[in-house]
């Protein structure tokens, strides 16, 4: 066959675009943990509560990244196979696994703690906590 493979990339393009979506219900479920932790903290709850908060932000972080490792294998993999017009079909749920594998493998716990969202979150407790300890202390003056 002349000019490589018939790949149908629209369909690839239009699965890619779905998972690219998703991304918004990872930021909305961390925009909502942040916002129960504050909460939490204002209300003056347990200091557990709060902490169970955090790990609720790491699991999310590590769904983002996760994700994002995902979409890279699978970016990179197409973007390949495109450049490259291969004359047969080439196995791209295998492709993407192994460039998947090689990016997760460079991976570490300490990375989710970057993730700007959960970093913003951090921010924020550490704002909160110590505004609740001014109004408290403001509140014993009086």
């Known amino acids: 066959m002349s ?6 990339f ?3 393009d239009t699965a890619l675009s779905s998972l690219k979506n998703s991304q918004s219900f990872i930021n ?3 925009d909502i943990a ?8 204002e209300s003056f709850n347990d200091e557990e509560d709060v902490n169970s908060m955090e790990k609720v932000m790491l699991e999310f972080a590590a769904m ?3 994700l994002n490792n995902y979409i890279r294998a699978f970016e990179e993999t197409v973007n390949q196979v495109k450049r490259e017009k291969p004359e047969i079909i080439p196995d791209l749920e295998n492709l993407v696994q192994e460039k998947l594998t090689t990016i997760e493998n460079k991976n570490s716990d300490s990375d989710l703690k970057s993730n700007e969202k959960y970093m913003y979150f951090m921010d ?3 704002e909160m906590k110590k505004q609740c ?3 408290l202390k403001k509140k014993k003056i009086l």
């Open 3 to 8: 000019g490589g493979a018939k790949i149908p």
């Open 10 to 12: 629209n369909i690839i």
């Open 28 to 30: 909305s479920g961390m």
């Open 34 to 41: 942040t916002k129960t932790a504050l909460d939490l903290v």
């Open 64 to 66: 983002d990244r996760s």
């Open 124 to 126: 924020q407790l550490k």
């Open 133 to 135: 300890k001014s109004d």
